[in-house]
């Protein structure tokens, strides 16, 4: 079974709209992290934003912010104001049971963004 | 800028051959993680080093092999090479531990392997 499933192969968005990408995640560990990362068609990973299973509040920064819904198993990511440069894939990430030493990330398919003006 | 640097960035090398990747972690992180990003398997993690021990495995063929040395660098081996191994290859580093650290991966820029 997936751990991390993102059901949006693709999504359009208007310049200055904002757009939600969706992601859900299976897991049986009361602990564990989800991250956003971002891979323009350059190709390098770039991390947007972080989610403890244990934050109370949804994490933001700047732009970007996560929707975390711990009882529906969800962690969608919210682009306000969208601009071009935001064209890329979006990959959801987990993180489960971080022994020491040990940071490994599960990714999800992606969804491939589309900004248009 | 990550901080991690992969060599080379692309490579193109005939079948049944084998080549090597090389990877140097931020300055500080003792872990490396290495994945494979191909567009019918997504992002498939293969291997984890940790200060020069191998931590985690996962989907590696028995025909890649990777290494962490002593002064953290690390090396991706890929041999009998086939059509199929063409993908980016990203290496990341990462905080090993630490009370408030996210764990959050840092990668290089990849490098992208073609198997003709």
């Known amino acids: 079974a997936q751990k991390i499933t993102q059901t949006q192969p693709g999504m359009f968005v208007q310049e200055k709209e904002a757009v939600t990408l969706d992601c859900t995640y299976d897991t049986s560990d009361q602990s564990y992290g989800l991250f956003w990362y971002k891979q323009p068609s350059s190709g390098e990973m770039i991390f947007l934003i972080y989610q403890g299973s244990y934050d109370e509040q949804n994490a933001t920064e700047g732009r970007y912010s996560l929707n975390f819904q711990k009882a529906r198993k969800s962690a969608n990511l919210v682009i306000s104001a969208s601009q071009l440069g935001d064209s890329a894939m979006y990959f959801c990430a987990m993180r489960e049971v971080p022994g020491a030493g040990s940071y490994q990330l599960t990714f999800g398919k992606g969804t491939k963004l589309s900004v248009i003006p | 800028d990550s901080g991690v640097t992969q060599t080379p960035k692309h490579l193109i090398t005939a079948t049944g051959q084998r080549v090597t990747l090389r990877c140097s972690p931020r300055s500080g992180d003792l872990s490396v993680y290495w994945y494979q990003q191909s567009l019918d398997q997504g992002l498939q993690f293969l291997i984890q080093?940790?200060?020069?021990?191998?931590?985690a495995k996962g989907n590696i063929l028995e025909r890649f092999s990777a290494q962490q040395f002593p002064d953290l660098h690390s090396e991706l081996n890929l041999s009998s090479l086939e059509l199929g191994d063409s993908a980016l290859y990203f290496c990341?580093?990462?905080?090993?531990?630490?009370?408030?650290?996210?764990?959050?991966?840092?990668f290089g820029e990849g490098s992208r392997l073609t198997v003709l």
């Open positions: 990341a580093s990462s905080v090993s531990s630490g009370r408030g650290s996210t764990g959050e991966l840092f």
């Open positions: 080093y940790y200060n020069g021990e191998e931590r």
